[in-house]
C-alpha cells in the first residue's frame, strides 16, 4: 500500500500516519499469529478465536446470518476482490458443499496442492473501499463507502440476497444504489467529513456513520454525523438525509443494531458506544450514550461489530481477531 490518503483504504497505512503513536504501535503489531496480551479477569472483551484464513486478510465488516445457523459474514477492507466469507461461531470458515475437494482452508503453509478457498464471488460487483456490511429481511447490504480523499462520486450500497453458504459459490447483486452526502458540493471536500465505514439498518432503512478526517493529517478529526437513506433510486444519486451529529465520537468504524431494534453499538478503535432508540424522531445520537472502552492493546484494529444477541457483541479486527462483549458482565462492574 502507498501513504497517500487518495487511495482506498479505511485504516491501513494512510489512516496509520493520522493516529496517535502509541494507537500507532498497537495497530501496526503482526496480524493473526500475534500472541494474544494477558487478559485481566475483570475484562469483558473476551478474545473468542483468529479467522485462521489467509484470503480473509483484512476483516472490515462482520454480520450474523438470521436464516442459517451459526453463520456470519465478513468481508476485507479495499482493495480486495469483491467477494465475502462465510466463517461460523468460532471463526472457521463455511464452505460450500464439495468444496472441500478442490480447495482448502487455513494458512497457505497447510494448504496440501490445494489452492485456498476464494470466498464468495459477489458478481456484477467492483471493491473499491467496502468498509461494512448489514443484513436485514434476507438481503445483504454492502457499503462501498469509503473515502479516505474526500472526493469519490460513486459511492453506494450494493444490495445481495442472502445466499446459502453451504450450497453456493457465487452471487450477483439485485442493485446498487448510489448515494451522495447533502452537505458536500466539493469534491474533495473543504471539510473532510464524508468518509463512511459504519453502516446499519433501522426502521427499514439504511443508515450511514461517517467519520471526520482532517486534511492536514494530525487527527483523527473528532466528530461524526449520522445519515439516513429514505430512497432507493438506482438511475441516480440518492440524497441522503442528514438526522445528527455528534463531537465526541472519534473515528466510528462500523455499526449495528440489536436484534430486537432498541440499540444501537457504534465501534470506535478505543471503545464500544451503546445509544438508546430514541423515542421520538430518527437520531440514534439524540441520547446519552453507554461507552465501553476496549483493551486495545489485544483489540487493537477493530473495524467490525454485531449482534449475537441482545446481550452479546461480536467485534472482528483487520488482524482476523473475533472478541465478545457481554454486556450484563459491563453492567454488573458498575
Same mark, same amino acid.
Given at each position: 500500500m502507498t501513504t497517500t490518503l487518495d487511495m482506498p483504504m479505511s485504516c491501513g497505512v494512510a489512516c496509520r500516519a493520522l493516529l496517535?503513536?502509541?494507537?500507532?504501535?498497537l495497530v501496526m503489531l503482526p496480524g493473526a499469529a500475534a500472541a494474544q496480551p494477558e487478559q485481566s479477569a475483570a475484562d469483558p472483551v473476551v478474545h473468542l478465536a483468529v479467522v485462521d484464513h489467509?484470503?480473509?486478510s483484512e476483516i472490515s465488516g462482520i454480520v450474523k446470518s438470521q436464516t442459517?445457523?451459526?453463520v456470519y459474514w465478513v468481508h476485507n477492507d479495499s482493495g480486495d476482490d469483491p467477494r465475502i466469507f462465510a466463517i461460523d461461531g468460532s471463526g472457521r470458515i463455511v464452505m460450500p458443499r464439495g468444496a472441500e475437494s +478442490?480447495? !482448502?482452508?487455513?494458512p497457505e503453509s497447510t494448504a496440501e496442492g490445494r489452492p485456498l478457498w476464494p470466498g464468495l464471488q459477489i458478481l456484477a460487483?467492483? !471493491?473499491f473501499d467496502w468498509e461494512d456490511i448489514a443484513l436485514a429481511d434476507g438481503r445483504l447490504y454492502i457499503a462501498e463507502t469509503g473515502n479516505n480523499g474526500n472526493a469519490r462520486r460513486d459511492l453506494g450500497v450494493y444490495v445481495v440476497n442472502e445466499p446459502n453458504p453451504r450450497a453456493v459459490r457465487a452471487a450477483r447483486i439485485i442493485t446498487f444504489l448510489p448515494i451522495r452526502y447533502p452537505d458536500q458540493d466539493l469534491f474533495p471536500a473543504r471539510q473532510w467529513h464524508f468518509d463512511s465505514e459504519a453502516l446499519f439498518v433501522s426502521a427499514g432503512k439504511l443508515h450511514f456513520v461517517t467519520k471526520h478526517r482532517p486534511v492536514d493529517e494530525?487527527?483523527?478529526e473528532p466528530g461524526a454525523k449520522l445519515y439516513r437513506l429514505d430512497t432507493e433510486h438506482t438511475d441516480r444519486e440518492n440524497v441522503l438525509m442528514l438526522v445528527g451529529a455528534r463531537d465526541d465520537l472519534v473515528w466510528p468504524t462500523a455499526a449495528s443494531v440489536s436484534p430486537d431494534g432498541r440499540r444501537l453499538a457504534v465501534l470506535t478503535l478505543e471503545a464500544l458506544w451503546l445509544f438508546d432508540q430514541p423515542s421520538t424522531g430518527g437520531d440514534w445520537f439524540a441520547g446519552e450514550p453507554q461507552r465501553i472502552p476496549l483493551p486495545q492493546a489485544r483489540t487493537r484494529q477493530a473495524e467490525a461489530v454485531c449482534w449475537d444477541d441482545a446481550r452479546t457483541l461480536?467485534?472482528?479486527?483487520?488482524? +482476523?481477531?473475533l472478541f465478545i462483549v457481554d454486556l450484563e458482565a459491563v453492567t454488573a462492574e458498575r
Open positions: 496517535p503513536s502509541a494507537l500507532v504501535a489467509e484470503p480473509a442459517y445457523p451459526d +478442490r480447495f !482448502h482452508v487455513g460487483a467492483a !471493491h494530525t487527527g483523527p461480536r467485534i472482528a479486527t483487520e488482524q +482476523r481477531d
